[in-house]
């Protein structure tokens, strides 16, 4: 799990880094930096349910938020078909900027969710 937390540290702050030219910095940085916070947590282990019931929170609400919205994942896949999200690297197009930010908010639920019950058992088995 270290190698995979190390890997998920490096990538989540290349996508801080790739946030700095993009509408809403302000948004970005802070939620790939808390995602790389909790994988250094990990690769510590310590784990502290309520940083990521936090981060669960504001992750899957966002991430709900994006997937209804008029010009988010929805009006992606039925007004546009399915569009490629990754035609270029300037998303012009709303939907495209919406659906790809879907996505990242999906690659850190993921990667929080193996954290936390892989963190749970590590400390079940500590206690034992």
Known sequence: MRVFNITF???FIVFTALQ????????????YLYAAF??????????DPVLY???AVVYIGYAAYLFMDKTG?????EEHHGESIVQTMK???PWIEETREFGGLLIIL???????????????????
């Not at 909790?38 to 784990?47: D, M, P, S, T």
């Not at 993921?110 to 034992?128: D, G, P």
Request: charged share 20%; proline share 5%.
């Open 73 to 77: 994942v929805l009006d992606w896949a």
């Open 20 to 31: 700095y030219n993009d509408p809403d910095p302000y948004v970005w940085m802070p939620i």
């Open 38 to 47: 909790l994988c250094y947590r990990a690769i510590q282990k310590k784990w």
């Open 110 to 128: 993921i990667v929080m969710t193996i954290n936390y019950f892989w963190l749970r058992q590590y400390r079940k088995s500590q206690r034992a």
């Open 9 to 11: 540290i490096v990538i």
């Open 53 to 55: 019931i936090i981060g």
């Open 91 to 93: 998303a012009e197009k």
